[in-house]
């Protein structure tokens, strides 16, 4: 087993591993690619007040793309999408409320979501019905039933949608994937991720009057019903069930795939949680503080820890992963790799030149902008995406069983076949939601 590893060898492998690139891949016409390779990919950006903002100025600046609208139920986000936007491309986008009015136009050939979650999978469903490519942000659904859904629903409509883990995406990353591949350290078995953050408290909210210029009511879309409230929008839903999915969901999804990806491992047998809302004593429905175990075959394992109200950060990063091995470990953030042997010996590092703030609501980072190139590039000329719906629901799955672990109280016994949870009708009842009435997603 070799003990070092230089760039050319991790560049020779990562091409030989075929673990996904930056650049032009394997052509795969099934993702229904554009007819001429000169057309440019006319998106419709929906969901503007946050990350939306990084995908309407990534669509905007990408060669190839044009973003023709910017969907908000909210005017004032509205009114920075179109602002940002118009900075990175000569013509403004047309500002829309209610996005389901853009999926008639026939000269938009994708749409990009990064609204609340409880839209994700409703909204996707319906572009993919309406003939357009979806690229949608972490996770893909609300719940693992939605998850399901989106995917049968690619299958079902040929359309290409790329799930927002832009970890897939970055060179670096790619790179250690490859040499994990190649036995750099190894029999890889035991992934260790984490994420910590110094969230300050929401409060208890109050009945309140609709702010001038929410569309409440679209805003709510596929939920159902309550009386707004003055500490959930536009950032505090992630904390309530209603609407989002935890901070698992929110940023373990990231980590979690990293450690999935790096394990080649698909659906655990159990999974197990540890944790609460210890920090506060608010209106959070989530833990802020939680350790979520998941154990596949193969004597393989991963184990998330989450730290929502506490920033103190491990491996000098306030995110990232740890892979384990039989000879070595290799230590991965969104700005780079190290690689270590059995005795904690430096073999190789490789970290970008600048770091982007790995804990910044709006993830604006490089790794963003590759991650819509390869999307572009995947529904322009077929070449394999990064993240493919059907990979990047697995990963969401993970999140989800670790909030329905949190929910039940008790270890979940899980089908390695399929994700799905055995013999446990407490567990089996948080599958899926209720919906607003007429707003459950069909394929």
């Not at 996904?20 to 998106?43: H, Q, Y």
């Not at 357009?132 to 039933?145: A, F, I, L, M, T």
């Not at 979690?256 to 047998?269: E, F, K, S």
């Not at 039989?326 to 700005?335: F, L």
């Amino acid at each position: 087993m070799p003990t070092e590893f230089d760039r050319r060898t991790f560049l020779k492998t990562a091409s030989a591993a075929g673990v996904g690139t930056w650049i032009a891949s394997r052509a795969s016409p099934a993702w229904g690619a554009a007819s001429s390779p000169n057309e440019k990919l006319v998106v419709a950006v929906v969901g503007t007040n946050g990350r939306g903002l990084v995908h309407a100025q990534g669509f905007a600046s990408a060669a190839n793309s044009e973003v023709a609208y910017i969907c908000d139920v909210d005017d004032a986000a509205m009114a920075k999408g179109i602002a940002t936007t118009s900075k990175f491309q000569r013509r403004a986008p047309k500002g829309v409320k209610d996005f389901r009015r853009v999926l008639d136009d026939k000269a938009v050939d994708a749409i990009s979501i990064a609204t609340p979650d409880h839209w994700h999978t409703p909204a996707a469903i319906m572009a993919l019905k309406a003939g357009k490519h979806v690229y949608v942000e972490k996770p893909s659904g609300h719940n693992p039933r939605e998850g399901e859904l989106l995917v049968a629903a690619q299958q079902k409509y040929g359309k290409v949608v790329q799930m927002g883990n832009q970890q897939r995406s970055g060179p670096r990353s790619i790179e250690a994937m490859a040499a994990i591949r190649e036995g750099a350290i190894g029999r890889a078995y035991y992934a260790r991720a984490w994420y910590a953050n110094a969230r300050a408290s929401i409060g208890r909210g109050t009945a309140a009057p609709v702010p001038a210029g929410l569309d409440y009511e679209l805003w709510q879309g596929p939920a159902p019903r309550t009386p707004y409230r003055d500490n959930v929008i536009h950032y505090n839903w992630h904390w309530f069930r209603r609407w989002g999915t935890g901070e698992v969901c929110n940023n373990g999804t990231h980590e979690i795939d990293v450690c999935r990806w790096a394990l080649g491992v698909d659906y655990p047998t159990r999974v197990t949680f540890t944790g609460g809302r210890y920090h506060f004593k608010d209106d959070w429905e989530f833990p802020d503080t939680q350790t979520v175990g998941f154990e596949f075959e193969g004597e393989r394992a991963i184990v998330w820890n989450g730290q929502s109200c506490n920033g103190f950060a491990a491996e000098r990063s306030g995110r990232g992963a740890s892979i384990h091995g039989t000879e070595g470990t290799i230590v991965i953030d969104r700005n780079g790799y190290t690689h270590f042997d059995t005795k904690n010996k430096l073999v190789r590092e490789n970290k970008g030149d600048e770091r982007g703030d790995g804990l910044d609501t709006r993830a604006q980072d490089r790794l963003t902008d590759l991650h819509i190139a390869n999307f572009i590039a995947a529904v322009r000329t077929g070449v394999r995406l990064n993240a493919p719906i059907e990979d990047g629901r697995k990963s969401s799955l993970l999140c989800h069983l670790g909030n329905i672990a949190y929910r039940t109280g008790h270890d979940l016994r899980i089908d390695p076949s399929d994700g799905h949870i055995l013999r446990d009708a407490d567990a089996q009842q948080l599958w899926s939601r209720e919906y607003a009435p007429g707003w459950a997603p069909t394929v």
